[in-house]
Structure formats: C-alpha cells, structure tokens
C-alpha cells in the first residue's frame, strides 16, 4: 500500500540530496500533509497509515547519510517539532510536553514519535535545509537565509513540494570580500 507515494518520497529525498552540500549531523526539518498527498485541503483527512510510510521512507533516506531529522507539527501544537532527544541536546533546544496525535500534531509527526529512538518535542529549530510536503510553511524552522532548491519532480501523490537549504548571512557592504566556500 502507498507504493507509489513511497516511492515518490523516495524521489525527494534523492533529488533533494543531490543540489544540496549537508554535513554529517546536520538538520534536516520535514512538514508534511498527508492530507494534501491524497488531494484533500490541508488537515482536512490525516492518514495515519500514509504517514507512517512516508515518514519510515524519508527518514531512513536522510538518516542513512548521517543528517538529523525534525518535524513539523501542524498548527493545533504551535509548529512544534518532533526530533530525537540525542539531537535536541546536541543544538540546545528546549524541549517542551506534548505528544503528537493524527489530529493534533499530524500523522507525519506522529510516525515520528512513533518511530524515533527517544523522540521529544521542541518549539523552535534552526534547520540547515528543509522539504515541505503541501506547503506546510516550515520556513520558520530554517536559518536565516533560506535559498530555494528546485527539484525535477516537486510532488508526492497530490502534494506540491517545496525544498530549501540555507547559507550563512552576509554581512558588510561594498566593500566586504566573502567566502565563496559558504555559500
């Protein structure tokens, strides 16, 4: 069941990886709509079983190149993210009480919390690059200067994708010379 959006996930993640210099350990946030993959409006038809599966695929993908993951709750928990305590430690974040429910947080995040080894929830990242699964506006989980990464193929099922990654800010004017290595 969902082999298709399993492998359009899949897709993703590999296209993503692809246009993107990450490093071992860096963050990685995911919004995702299941609702949206199925053709329904946002938070109108969360699908646990679809979730879970597109979670386990990504998820295995990302973290099987060393990246962390997070991700996002849906709005009923305030954008909170769900990340392994491991990697809230390691980025100091606070961790907040709540555990995501299909309706309350998403069937995405719940697979997450399902499926994590010692998941906790935080209220804020700083994510290094992010995908967005039906425009779940993850942007605010990113650092500051997010750049847009076009992918070939930007949809699982019925759901518009959106990547990103980020770069450091520059800083100075005219007369500041930067390095290129960072961008």
Known sequence: MYSEEISDA???????????????????????????????????????????????????????????????????LNRALIMTMEDAERFGYEIVNVIPQPKAGGSFSTAAWK??????????VQAHA??????????????????????????????HIVCARTRPKYVGGGRACYNEDLE
């Open 10 to 76: 899949k897709r993703v993640v590999a296209e993503f990886l692809e246009q993107i210099e990450l490093k071992r350990g860096d963050l990685v946030v995911i919004g995702c709509s299941t609702s949206e993959i199925v053709a329904h409006g946002i938070g109108s038809y969360s699908n646990a079983e679809l979730g879970e599966a597109i979670f386990i695929a990504m998820y295995e993908e990302l973290t099987k190149v060393g990246l962390s993951v997070a991700t996002q709750c849906c709005e009923h």
């Open 115 to 124: 499926h994590m080894k010692n998941p906790v929830a935080v209220e804020h």
């Open 130 to 159: 992010g995908i967005d699964i039906g425009d779940t506006l993850i942007g605010m989980h990113l650092k500051s200067v997010a750049v847009p990464v076009r992918i070939a193929h930007p949809v699982i099922g019925a759901a």
